[in-house]
């Protein structure tokens, strides 16, 4: 459970850093900016893992990942 929650307090912070430059070009407070992206980028992590849970009870490692697909470092070739 622990490693759940620093995963969606990651998911939040690496969502905010991307919104802080481009608040800062349409002029929008970077901290607004920042908890806008985070809070979106968090809900749709929570939102997968709430309709996971609602299909069986249980979260499992498979649907734990797909939570968090959208954020997840694709691979890089060598």
């Known amino acids: ?3 759940v929650l620093l995963r969606i ?3 939040f912070g690496s969502s905010a850093l991307g919104a802080v430059a ?6 929008v407070e970077i901290w607004k900016a920042a908890a806008i ?3 979106m980028a968090t ?5 997968a893992l709430l309709k ?3 299909d069986d009870g249980k979260i499992d490692a498979k649907e734990l990942k797909a939570a ?6 694709p691979e890089v070739a060598e």
Request: aromatic share 10%; proline share 0%.
């Open 22 to 27: 481009g608040g800062a070009i349409v002029n």
């Open 52 to 54: 996971a849970y609602a």
């Open 68 to 73: 968090f697909a959208f954020v997840d470092k």
């Open 37 to 39: 992206a985070g809070i």
């Open 43 to 47: 809900a749709k992590v929570v939102e």
């Open 9 to 11: 307090v990651s998911v």
């Open 1 to 3: 459970m622990k490693s």
